[in-house]
Nanobody, 125 residues
């Protein structure tokens, strides 16, 4: 049974930082592109960042580029999202997801195979 479990969310002031983690089990972690998505209240789910199976390629949404950093540790079956210079508009539930493909990083949520339950990030102004 595949499980993706996010942690690290919370309440932070604007300008602050948080580090999200997503621990995976039940899958061959190094075979998957890993992504982070978010859903803000009243908005559609949106792509945030993704990382290739090896960690050699990363891709970010324009809204977080330069502020967020995605990384992974295949030995620990964990993907991370370091979020700096947080803004109130970053407030959302953040989800990690796994995409079984080694060819390319994809940003469409429907192409991802497995999802975590999400972790709330709230940025106060």
């Amino acid at each position: 049974q595949v499980q993706l479990v996010e942690s690290g969310g919370g309440l932070v002031q604007a300008g602050g930082s948080l580090r999200l983690s997503c621990a995976a089990s039940g899958l061959t972690f190094s075979s998957y592109v890993m992504g982070w998505f978010r859903r803000a209240p009243g908005k559609e789910r949106e792509f945030v960042a993704a990382i290739s199976w090896s960690g050699g390629s990363v891709y970010y949404a324009d809204s977080v580029k330069g502020r967020f950093t995605i990384s992974r540790d295949n030995a620990k079956n964990t993907v991370y999202l370091q979020m700096n210079s947080l803004k109130p508009e970053d407030t959302a539930v953040y989800y990690c997801a796994a995409d079984l493909n080694k060819l390319t990083i994809r940003v469409l949520a429907d192409l991802y195979d497995y999802w975590g339950q999400g972790t709330q990030v709230t940025v106060s102004s």
